[in-house]
């Protein structure tokens, strides 16, 4: 149990443009789930906290308006990095929260490079 | 600040042997620590957790012990297998702050066959 499965694993996208990452929680509702960003060799950074039916709680110096998450049913919740610029290029990872629990399950990752 | 620290950027093991990794956490209001596993490309994976009003967690090879004065948790691994190689991150989290969880910078635990 607690599979949480993100699409796409990988994108190359254009400077400028956007990008839909989905996180979907398998086999359990999760009123919580959370966006994580890693950079190589460094640990995992919260980017958001994602509640369903409610706006998204941004971590310090993380843009709301370039990264749009959206978290509109009980298994799903989405990250849109909006016009996208090589900075951006890191693995994203998401993870979701069984209620009630500390744990979370997290995703395969998104390899997002933007060229 | 970093709340939740991780010394050791690496350790290497021989197959077999007892593997330990350390973490220590300066916020005393942490009520939950978890260890997770992390393939390269891939989500962390949950491995143990424990509770503050314990001090000790056994699942099979896995176990985590907790030291609230020392503000220390450690995870030992016996028998170290050459499959247990991978990044071990530390987390921890409290009921105070919507159980959002903080992680260490890893281990990369090498297990020698």
């Known amino acids: 149990g607690a599979v949480v499965s993100q699409h796409p694993s990988r994108v190359i996208c254009k400077s400028g443009t956007s990008v839909k990452i989905e996180c979907r929680s398998l086999?359990?509702?999760?009123?919580?789930m959370f966006w994580y960003r890693q950079f190589p060799k460094q640990s995992l950074m919260l980017m958001a906290t994602?509640?369903?039916?409610?706006?998204?709680?941004?971590e310090q110096g993380v843009e709301k308006d370039k990264f749009l998450i959206n978290h509109a049913s009980l298994t799903l919740s989405t990250l849109t990095v909006t016009s996208a610029h090589p900075e951006d290029s890191s693995f994203y990872i998401c993870s979701a929260r069984v209620p009630g629990h500390y744990e979370q399950y997290f995703g395969p990752g998104t390899r997002l490079t933007v060229t | 600040d970093q709340q939740v620290k991780q010394n050791s950027p690496s350790l290497s093991v021989q197959e077999g042997r007892i593997s330990i990794l350390n973490c220590d956490y300066t916020n005393s209001m942490f009520d939950y620590f978890l260890w997770y596993k992390k393939y390269p490309a891939e989500g962390p994976t949950f491995l143990i957790s424990?509770?503050?009003?314990?001090d000790k967690n056994e699942d099979g090879r896995f176990t985590v012990f907790l030291n609230k004065s020392a503000k220390h948790l450690s995870l030992h691994i016996v028998p170290s297998q050459p499959g247990d190689s991978a990044v071990y991150f530390c987390a921890a989290g409290s009921s105070g702050s919507a159980r959002q969880l903080t992680f260490g910078s890893g281990t990369q635990l090498t297990v020698l066959p």
């Open positions: 424990i509770s503050s009003i314990k």
């Open positions: 994602s509640n369903e039916g409610s706006k998204a709680t941004y």
């Open positions: 086999d359990f509702q999760a009123t919580t």
